[in-house]
């Protein structure tokens, strides 16, 4: 990734379909070149989510669930905060997870806040746009009679679209610039906004082609397991460090866009 800080961009830019390939591929250099500080992060990450979703899921205390996404904003600031290190000196801080604790931690707190509040208003809102089309789909019509309009389908799916991309939007790079570049709440929420739709493109195509990718993994290590190892410890040890793994990139490749949004010294065009 550039080291290079200059040439920030308050809004965002537009960059070409081809820069979320870009993104893939930068995340995927910058986490084979120090695997095991990523692993260790993420290894950190994991540990605190897993105590925080058995509290959560207890509920021993009312609505304690609530917590749960400003905590995720939390972290994530931290994550933020790693990779920025990394993009600046190379080195995995690992204290750095924790900096969303220490700074900003109000702002992270509030967006994890507005997250949860989205997500709990906004299908009622569409469940009073939509109600007609939403009453007309009933599993009795289409498993028993045979009686749905296809219209009502695709618009239903649709409003849940627009619902991921809202929700998204808000929060995509929202974490980014309030750790790196300071931002207040709202200026980073409205530039979030405005990047993430200039480069809705590019987006989709990383996402769908890391799906690919991952998809084709799970297919070479289920093959692998089958052929050549065939011991259930392995496929054990696979699903466990997946995810603790993929965190790690996710991250790195979250971080990837915004550098490449944000920044236009950065090579991923």
């Known amino acids: 990734m550039n080291k290079n800080d200059t040439n920030f961009i308050p809004n965002g830019r537009h960059v070409s379909w081809s820069a979320g390939l870009g993104w893939l591929y930068t995340a995927w250099r910058a986490f084979i070149a120090n695997i095991g500080g990523w692993l260790l992060v993420a ?20 609505y304690i669930d609530t917590l749960s996404y400003p905590l995720y904003f939390l972290l994530l600031g931290g994550y ?12 995995v801080q690992l204290l750095l997870l924790f900096r969303g604790f220490q700074y900003h931690s109000l702002l992270l707190i509030l967006v994890g806040l507005l997250s949860f509040t989205i997500l709990l208003l906004l299908p009622f809102l569409l469940l009073t746009l939509f109600w007609q089309q ?58 979030s906004v405005e990047a993430y739709f200039k480069n809705i493109v590019p987006l989709i195509i990383s996402i769908i082609t890391f799906g690919i990718l991952l998809f084709l993994l799970f297919m070479f290590i289920a093959m692998l397991w089958r052929t050549v190892i065939a ?33 236009i010294d950065n090579a991923q065009d």
């Open 231 to 263: 011991q259930p410890g392995f496929i054990y040890f696979i699903i466990l460090i997946s995810p603790i793994l993929l965190s790690s990139y996710i991250a790195l490749f979250l971080y990837s866009s915004y550098r490449s949004v944000f920044f």
């Open 43 to 62: 290894l950190i990450y994991s540990v605190i989510t897993y105590i925080a979703t058995l509290i959560f899921a207890s509920r021993a205390i009312p």
């Open 80 to 91: 933020m905060a790693v990779c920025d290190e990394h993009n600046k000196t190379g080195k």
């Open 134 to 191: 939403y009453d007309q789909l009933s599993l009795e019509s289409i498993f028993y009679y045979n009686n749905f309009d296809t219209s009502t389908i695709i618009t239903i799916l649709v409003s849940f679209i627009v619902y991921f991309f809202l929700i998204t939007s808000l929060t995509f790079y929202t974490p980014m610039l309030i750790v790196c570049r300071r931002m207040s709440l709202f200026e980073a929420i409205a530039a």
